[in-house]
């Protein structure tokens, strides 16, 4: 998701036990380390920095790679958690011996539980990302599968919002409970399986999702494979791709419209068959590398341009509308008049200057079942 939902899911765990034994700071501390995955976007620029070969595909193979895994969370968190302790200790040591409030402070609380602070903080990042489409590494370097959950969009106004709450929650109850520690403990973990709880929720809505696009099929189609795909901001708009052996169809589904299936925004995009071109842009390293990043999801469209011969791919989860065929950013390799490959990599289908449309469209889409 977001860096900064990711940062607040952080501070909210913070508030599950931790910020009432080590002190203020672990709300700060926790949000911060739960944002340390995402630094693995500066892995590509600092690549190109040293000189090494980086393509327009370094990004895809990078980001939500090793960082974003349930195994490297644990040596992420201890340069954190080592940062934490001794920033902790230098403040203390510049505390006046004498100071009355020194006779009656806590104890600082021990190394491990900053550590386990910092771990559950990191730890939330690649579990929420799981919860997306977009894929994430959560066994690397084990296994570089990528695992999507297609439960959540990376931006949600409803999910978002609920942290907020959680923490706004938590901090009032700080100020005006007899018994602050019980208050927050309460008011925190209510929040974190409520938030739970709507994450779960957006699994069962794409199930369902997948069931009515289904029920749109013409009569006697075999599914090879249906997914669905939760539109920017909420969890009850859909994108739902069946494919067949005839080809894609791509439907808008609303959970909460009244509309009648024949009525419901459609697109079909038919199976071309495999050919010279085809076969030898699958052959390419970029290739391998998208249809790893896509999960296979993919849809192969070769046409004849000007003398060149174009193929493209096309990342089936993401569109310009939610029942649209073109994907946004296709893998293109473009062949020359000698069959030479004079292009390779991904190509923005949507011109920038119209993403404001697109956003303004997407946004009507929420509201409009």
């Known amino acids: 998701m977001d860096t900064i939902t990711q940062a607040l899911l952080g501070a909210t765990t913070a508030q599950l036990g931790f910020r009432q034994r080590i002190g203020r700071d672990a709300g700060w501390m926790a949000a911060a380390a739960a944002v340390v995955p995402d630094l693995d976007i500066f892995v590509a620029p600092l690549l190109s920095l040293t000189g090494a070969e980086v393509d327009g595909l370094a990004g895809l193979r990078y980001h939500r790679g090793l960082s974003h895994s349930l195994l490297a969370a644990p040596l992420l968190s201890l340069p954190v958690a080592v940062l934490w302790w001794w920033i902790r ?67 949600d106004l409803i999910y978002t919002p609920l942290l907020v709450l959680t923490l706004l929650g938590c901090w009032v109850a700080r100020r005006v409970s007899r018994r602050p520690t019980r208050a927050t403990l309460i008011v925190g973990w209510t929040g974190f399986l409520l938030s739970c709880g709507y994450l779960a929720a957006g699994r069962i809505c794409h199930d369902v999702a997948i069931a009515r696009a289904e029920r749109l099929l013409p009569p006697g189609q075999t599914v090879v494979r249906a997914d669905a795909y939760p539109a920017l901001g909420t969890i009850f708009l859909w994108r739902a791709v069946v494919e067949t052996p005839a080809g894609w169809h791509a439907t808008r589904i609303h959970l909460f419209s009244s509309a009648a299936p024949e009525t419901w925004k459609t697109s079909f995009a038919p199976r071309q068959a495999d050919n010279e071109w085809i076969d030898r842009a699958r052959r390419t390293p970029e290739y391998e590398t998208y249809r790893w990043f896509t999960s296979g999801r993919l849809r192969a469209e070769n046409e004849r341009l000007d003398g060149t011969h174009v193929v493209k791919f096309h990342d089936m989860r993401y569109a310009e509308t939610q029942w649209g065929a073109e994907s946004l950013w296709p893998l293109v390799v473009s062949f020359g008049p000698e069959g030479e490959i004079i292009f390779v990599g991904r190509k923005r289908e949507l011109p920038r200057r119209q993403f404001a449309n697109h956003a303004s469209q997407a946004w009507n889409d929420l509201w409009n079942p």
Do not use: N, Q
């Open 89 to 155: 200790r230098s403040l203390r040591r510049r505390e006046r011996p004498d100071a009355p409030h020194m006779t009656t402070s806590k104890p600082p609380p021990p190394f491990w539980m900053l550590y386990l602070c910092v771990l559950v903080a990191v730890a939330t990042h690649p579990l929420l990302d799981w919860t997306t489409s977009y894929g994430t590494c959560l066994l690397a370097p084990l296994s570089e599968a990528r695992y999507a959950l297609d439960a959540a969009p990376i931006i």
